[in-house]
Nanobody, 127 residues
Framework: VQLQASGGGLVQAGGSLRLSCAAS????????????MGWFRQAPGKEREFVGY????????YYDDSVKGRFTITKDNAKSTMYLQMNSLKPEDAAVYYC?????????????????WGQGTQVTVSS
C-alpha cells in the first residue's frame, strides 16, 4: 500500500485547511473492506499523536478529543482517497500530519497499530 499525503500549508488561526491522502496498491484494493485509515500528527520535540481514523467499509470515524468538533475525516471510495477537513485551526494544531493505514481492521489510536504511512505534510498555523 502506498499513501500520498498532500494539502498542508500556512493558515491563520481560525482558518481552515483540507488534507488529502491517496491510497494505491493491490493490497489496498484487495483488503479495503478491512482497511482502517488514520491521521496522526507530530510537532517538533513531541511524539506522534493520534488525530482520528475512518473505517473504509462503512465509514465509521473516531477522533481525539483535541480535534473533535473541528476536524472531520471523510473518504472518496472512487478515488481511494481520505480527507481531513480542519476548521477553526489553532496554533497548537501546527505539526507534520501523517496518514496511515492498516489492513486488519484495527481501529487503533496508537501509531503502532498502523503499518503503512504516507510521507507527511506540514501544517503551520499563525496566531
Amino acid at each position: 500500500v502506498q499513501l500520498q499525503a498532500s494539502g498542508g500549508g500556512l493558515v491563520q488561526a481560525g482558518g481552515s485547511l483540507r488534507l488529502s491522502c491517496a491510497a494505491s496498491g493491490r493490497a489496498f484494493s484487495n483488503y479495503f473492506r478491512r482497511t482502517v485509515m488514520g491521521w496522526f500528527r507530530q510537532a517538533p520535540g513531541k511524539e506522534r499523536e493520534f488525530v482520528g481514523y475512518i473505517k473504509w467499509s462503512g465509514g465509521a470515524t473516531y477522533y481525539d478529543d483535541s480535534v473533535k468538533g473541528r476536524f472531520t475525516i471523510t473518504k472518496d471510495n472512487a478515488k481511494s482517497t481520505m480527507y481531513l477537513q480542519m476548521n477553526s485551526l489553532k496554533p497548537e494544531d501546527a505539526a507534520v500530519y501523517y496518514c496511515a493505514a492498516n489492513l486488519v481492521g484495527s481501529m487503533s489510536t496508537d501509531p503502532h497499530g498502523y503499518n503503512y504511512w504516507g510521507q507527511g505534510t506540514q501544517v503551520t498555523v499563525s496566531s
